[in-house]
């Protein structure tokens, strides 16, 4: 409060009081909305007389010889919101005006510009700004958020790419969208998040467990996405981008407006829709890589100081085409594909997507109100709805030809309540309930056994947060959370399933019906999860920080990891869950150094994470069907270690050229067995050099250079399978990683001032100049085909 | 505001009220019975001048469960003797069985049955075809070889989904070109002919 110089001018308005005797007195007391404290030597501006008034020490001040009537009072605060106090003097009047004082976040921002805070202050966080998001419209979350070093992917071709934070990915992983936790299924790794970069203005990535307001089962990290901030003026204003690119001849629109009133109303929206065709590998195309996507936005609210609500609707329907080539029968086809140099099926370009392929719609609606009060702080109330359908159409004959194989639709009610406590000065405490229920639904009309069983879930959460400033050099922050979890599933088994995986044992009990062949079971869960987050961040000088955090998190098995069980086609493997597994813990430690000075600008993240009963899929034998040997792997725990560094580093030469170097490196070992993890990412370097010409219409160029190295660091599940139509054995090699690779890139974009008040952003870049062949071991379907070419993106981007 | 949080508080109850009508409704899903699995399939190869049928059969019953496929040989093959080989594919999750053989003739521009033969046993030649003029192999001819003494070999029979059949040697039976799909594949072993 010390450092913010307030400043109250009273204007004068209807002056109604003539002849009458101008001896009242308006004194008061100007005091911060959060903690009642004073405001201290504020100038107080009479218009009409052209005089000023100080508060005193104590927030007081006294404004004498005022005559009858109604003064308004506009109250203004540097770097703060302006507040109008209308007054009836018919007496004298003692009043106290409270002004805001932004402790924690920036509830008002200018239109351009918005100011972005971070989640944490002690955890490993990186936010990446709407200038970037804009960049790259077209491209998905996964591939966005690899901006951030340590972040990479996992991927099913190049429209499936699932965030992968410091070698953890799916269930590991927390993703919100504008506060509601997505609820898309997201344990496969063919599973994509559902959900469209447009419609945010920053994504937060969080590496670790440090957001417990949101969950206590982020043992990879969160990624939060957030929507513009809404300032309360009165303006229109849009933007509408839309890009062409040549790989895949795929094109994007994304168009979004958004009307503010001063009086606090606001409502905007976006609609995107983006398609492409079968994408090129250097030497092909990848047959059936097409995709659609059709995605929208509406938000709408009322919001002020005091309170505020808010609705906001999301919608997302993708359609995406799988690899044809990828589509195997059995463990002899997979190695004719590993053996294979190109994809066995080589067709012209299409934009046809036909099975195998994914048709995923997520729908979010939210409803959100909050309240200040004074002396106290903010309570937010938030329900939120999602509804996720997804099918997968397989290649299937006779009456099932257009039948889904996978039909599951999941939906999710929430209901949140959190608390701010602002008055306390130097501490903010955040606490909460949350309640959430969940329903899936797997569609018996498939004809094909159910993937993921019916069932229903609830969990209840409880957090507490408290961060401490301190001193000038210390902030700290500690927060525990603790969730309940239950789930309640209806699951068939085939009966020769069930003996062999000794359920006849420990789970006689959870058989109620036997029908035909199978047994229908029904397996009731409940896990406790507690949740410790804590650290502490060191403002050493102006030039360096250290950050040190500590967080205790553990995830319950999700549904796949319990009850997986049958043939997974792609992988040409049969996946087993197990209903013994129990939840996975986390002891993650985070050291990071920062240094920022005119010239350098170095982050370096360092962890240590130790995740014991951490569940992964392992092979463990083979078994006969009449389609052949098939490996088998299942579900099963080991304690392990996830070890390793990320930098980031920035050097401004002038001010025109600046150079970005970016790297991580992991170290994971499954620590029972004393193998590396499977699926690492392996070492990469990310290099940059920009160049910037603000009087070249704001002109930006920036070559870029990627090096993969090749992980040495695998498991080797690798086995031989009898090939009868050669009548000989043969080595399947599923876990030798690809080569390095090494890739350039160019990106350059201008801005033109058009029309009167819209500003045109022309943007091109180059992907893969020299359309280098290579594969990745983080791609799923690497045993098929190469990653995609060179491909040339044009984009045009207007403000208005 | 006011007004907002009722109407929140509505919502939220209402809602509250689906959930838990929607709990309330607990009966057990219905079981699937896999649609489109080949649980059996079976050759019957008839001698053209009568005599002993050849019956290989594999069937399995849980599908991709644990439990091996059973594969039964009826006997052996005749020396010098020309079989007609008949392919039939059964769904016997399905009750009653669900005959995919006819599913696999309609589709036959999609489908090819491939006979892999070791150790000379005989030759394999089709004798239908598809729409384009190309074989399915649901009707063979077999010609064992001429021995004086007993002759033992593998045969593996092959359904594959979407294969490449103007590859080179496809339709002649050789698989090593063809890609596609596997839906069944067995190796009878051992075969004999004498």
């Not at chain 1, 506009?74 to 002004?99: G, M, P, W």
């Not at chain 1, 009868?724 to 690809?738: K, M």
Request: net charge negative.
């Amino acid at each position: 409060m010390k450092h913010c110089i307030a400043t109250i001018a009273v204007f004068i308005f209807g002056f109604s009081a003539i002849g009458q005797t101008c001896k009242l007195n308006l004194s008061g007391k100007i005091q911060d909305f959060h903690n009642g404290e004073p405001i201290v030597n504020a100038t107080i501006y009479n218009k009409t007389t052209d005089s000023y008034t100080t508060s005193d020490l104590e927030g007081n001040f006294n404004i004498n010889d005022l005559c009858k009537g109604i003064y308004q009072l506009s109250i203004s605060h540097i770097s703060c919101e302006t507040k109008v106090v209308e007054i009836d003097l018919q007496d004298d009047l003692y009043k106290v005006v409270y002004l805001e004082h932004h402790v924690e976040e920036l509830e008002t921002v200018n239109v351009e510009g918005a100011s972005v805070s971070k989640e944490t202050d002690t955890g490993q966080e990186t936010i990446i700004r709407k200038d970037y998001i804009d960049n790259n419209s077209s491209a998905s979350l996964g591939d966005v958020i690899k901006q951030v070093s340590g972040v990479s992917s996992i991927n099913t071709g190049n429209e499936i790419v699932k965030p992968v934070i410091n070698g953890l990915h799916s269930s590991r992983i927390v993703i919100l969208n504008n506060g509601v936790r997505l609820e898309n299924q997201e344990w496969g790794i063919e599973h994509a998040p559902n959900i469209d970069i447009n419609s945010a203005n920053s994504i937060s990535v969080i590496k670790g467990s440090s957001a417990l307001a949101y969950s206590s089962d982020a043992i990879g990290g969160t990624i939060i996405l957030e929507p513009k901030n809404i300032a309360i003026i009165d303006t229109l204003f849009g933007k509408t981008i839309m890009g062409y690119q040549s790989n895949g001849r795929g094109f994007n629109v994304n168009s979004s407006l958004a009307k503010n009133f001063d009086s606090g109303w606001y409502l905007n929206g976006n609609l995107g829709y983006k398609q492409n065709g079968d994408l090129k590998a250097p030497d092909y195309y990848l047959n059936n890589t097409g995709a659609q996507n059709l995605s929208g936005s509406f938000q709408s609210g009322y919001k002020s100081f005091e309170k505020g609500f808010e609705v906001y609707f999301s919608y997302i329907d993708s359609e995406l085409g799988i690899l044809s080539s990828s589509h195997i029968g059995n463990t002899a086809d997979l190695v004719n594909a590993i053996n294979s140099d190109e994809p066995l099926i080589n067709e012209p370009f299409s934009y046809d997507i036909n099975a195998p392929k994914q048709d995923v719609s997520h729908l979010l609606a939210k409803a959100r109100g909050y309240m200040r009060f004074k002396s106290f702080g903010k309570v937010t109330f938030q329900y939120d709805y999602q509804n996720n359908h997804r099918y997968e159409f397989d290649k299937r004959v006779g009456n099932d030809r257009d039948k889904a194989a996978v039909d599951l639709r999941l939906q999710t009610h929430s209901v949140k309540g959190d608390v701010k406590v602002d008055k306390l000065g130097r501490y903010l405490i955040n606490f909460g309930l949350s309640g959430r229920f969940q329903d899936n639904f797997a569609n018996p009309d498939t004809g094909v056994r159910r993937l993921i069983p019916d069932y229903t879930k609830y969990d209840l959460g409880a957090y507490f947060i408290l961060k401490a400033n301190i001193s000038e050099q210390f902030i700290g922050d500690f927060g525990v959370r603790y969730d309940l979890n239950h789930i309640d599933a209806y699951k068939y088994y085939y009966i020769s399933r069930w003996e062999e995986r000794g359920y006849d044992d420990d789970f006689s009990d959870i058989i109620i019906d036997e029908v035909g062949i199978q047994y229908l079971t029904n397996p009731v869960f409940t896990y406790n999860n507690f949740a410790v987050s804590t650290g502490l961040l060191f403002d050493i000088n102006e030039n360096h920080d250290i950050k040190f955090n500590y967080s205790l998190s553990s995830r319950p098995p999700n549904p796949s990891e319990l009850f997986s069980d049958g043939l997974h086609h792609s992988a040409a493997r049969i996946e087993l869950g197990d209903l013994r597994l129990g939840k996975e813990t986390s002891n993650r430690f985070g050291l990071s150094y920062l240094f920022n000075n005119n010239k350098f600008n170095i982050t370096l993240d360092s962890y240590f994470n130790r995740v014991n009963d951490f569940i992964f899929l392992k092979p463990i034998g083979t078994e006969e069907t009449n389609r052949g040997a098939f490996p088998v792997w299942e579900y099963t725990k080991t304690d392990a270690n996830l070890i390793g560094l990320d930098a980031n580093i920035d050097y401004y030469l002038n001010k025109a050229i600046s150079f970005n170097v970016k790297t991580s490196y992991i170290y994971g070992q499954n620590l029972d067995e004393d193998l590396p993890l499977i699926d690492m990412p392996s070492f990469r370097l990310d290099t940059a050099v920009s160049y910037s010409k603000k009087e070249w219409n704001a002109f930006n160029a920036s070559l870029n250079y990627v090096f993969v190295a090749e992980q040495n660091r695998y498991p080797d599940y690798n086995f031989e399978t009898y090939i009868p139509t050669t009548d000989s054995y043969e080595l399947v090699d599923i876990s030798t990683p690809p080569p390095a690779y090494n890739l350039f890139n160019f990106q350059a974009d201008m801005t033109f001032n058009v029309f009167k008040k819209s500003k045109l952003n022309v943007l091109a870049r180059v992907d893969n100049i020299f359309n280098t062949s290579y594969r990745e071991y983080l791609n799923r379907l690497r045993y098929f085909a190469d990653d995609t070419g060179r491909n040339i993106t044009i984009q045009l981007q207007l403000n208005y | 505001m006011k007004s907002f949080l009722k109407l929140l508080t509505l919502l939220l109850i209402t809602n509250l009220i689906v959930s838990c009508s929607n709990d309330d409704d607990n009966t057990p899903p219905p079981p699937v019975n896999e649609e489109e699995v080949i649980t059996t399939m079976t050759i019957t190869f008839t001698p053209a001048g009568g005599g002993t049928a050849v019956e290989l059969k594999t069937q399995d019953l849980d599908g991709d469960g644990p439990n091996p496929p059973v594969v039964t040989i009826s006997g052996p093959f005749a020396s010098n003797t020309t079989y007609t080989g008949a392919v039939e594919f059964l769904n016997e999750l399905e009750d009653p069985a669900e005959d995919i053989t006819e599913e696999v003739q309609a589709e036959g521009l999609e489908h090819q049955v491939f006979f892999t033969v070791t150790n000379s046993l005989g030759t394999v030649t089709y004798n239908d075809m598809d729409t384009d003029g190309n074989p399915i192999g649901l009707d063979i001819t077999f010609q064992t070889i001429d021995t004086g003494t007993a002759v033992d070999g593998d045969i593996t029979v092959t359904l594959r989904h979407e294969p490449n059949k103007d590859a080179a040697g496809v339709s002649d039976g050789d698989i090593t070109n063809a890609g596609g799909e596997t839906d069944i594949e067995e190796t009878f072993t051992p075969v004999t002919v004498e």
